[in-house]
């Protein structure tokens, strides 16, 4: 049983586009971070949500956090070549707890 | 941000020998760091949760006496595969816990037993 359920896991678009990456679950998370994967390298940190309803903006990405602390999600605004590379949610289900619980991760190419 | 390094990057070995993999925090002191798996194209695996000074804690179905891992100091933590075999061969990978809901990887290592 996946307890991050990340949508989609692939997703090919062209340059400008705009997308969304969703995380949910039926856990409530004391937080949430989401990274970013480039291949043969490990995975880097982009943003952590604890607060239920927050939304943080990384020059065009948004990271929103859903109100009950179950889903979020990852929009990219006009999407860039640059922009391509395996996105990653993980949470932490226990407030203070260190052991992250990461989704299925998802593989975005954006071609030029 | 933090930096996390992992050595070797790379590493290749005959079925039967055994491998040791680093895990430094090179900016900040850690009490625990983390190792993972991933195989291709897939997500990370938790496989164990390493505590500087004490045994650390393995999630289940990760075998102790394979994967040993040392964390003797804050800065260090090591992951032996021992005797390893062709199965074994992924890209592992580190993190350390540098406070609440905050954990910086390391590059990983890729590891590939013949």
């Known amino acids: 049983t996946q307890l991050l359920e990340q949508s989609p896991q692939f997703l090919s678009i062209q340059e400008g586009e705009n997308l969304t990456v969703y995380c949910n679950s039926s856990?409530?998370?004391?937080?949430l971070q989401w990274y970013r994967q480039e291949p043969g390298e490990g995975p880097v940190l982009l943003v952590t949500?604890?607060?239920?309803?927050e939304v943080k903006k990384l020059k065009r990405l948004t990271f929103q956090f859903g109100d009950a602390r179950k889903d979020s999600s990852l929009h990219i605004t006009a999407a860039q070549p640059g922009d391509t590379g395996l996105y990653l949610c993980?949470?932490?289900?226990?407030?203070?707890?260190?052991?992250?619980?990461f989704g299925q991760g998802t593989r975005l190419t954006i071609n030029p | 941000g933090a930096v996390v390094s992992q050595h070797p990057s790379r590493v290749i070995c005959k079925s039967g020998t055994s491998v040791k993999i680093e895990c430094r925090s090179l900016?900040?002191?850690?009490?625990?760091m983390f190792w993972y798996r991933q195989f291709p194209k897939k997500s990370l695996m938790l496989m164990a949760t390493?505590?500087?000074?004490?045994?650390?804690?393995?999630e289940q179905g990760v075998e102790k006496d394979k994967f040993l891992i040392n964390h003797a100091s804050l800065t260090l933590s090591t992951l032996t595969v021992t005797s390893a075999h062709p199965e074994d061969s992924s890209f592992y990978i580190c993190?350390?816990?540098?406070?609440?809901?905050?954990?910086?990887f390391g590059p990983g290592t890729r590891l590939t037993v013949l």
């Open positions: 993190s350390a816990d540098r406070g609440p809901d905050t954990q910086y």
């Open positions: 856990s409530v998370f004391s937080s």
């Open positions: 949500v604890v607060t239920g309803g």
């Open positions: 993980a949470g932490s289900i226990i407030q203070g707890a260190q052991k992250l619980v």
């Open positions: 900016d900040f002191q850690a009490t625990t």
């Open positions: 390493s505590n500087e000074g004490s045994k650390a804690t393995y």
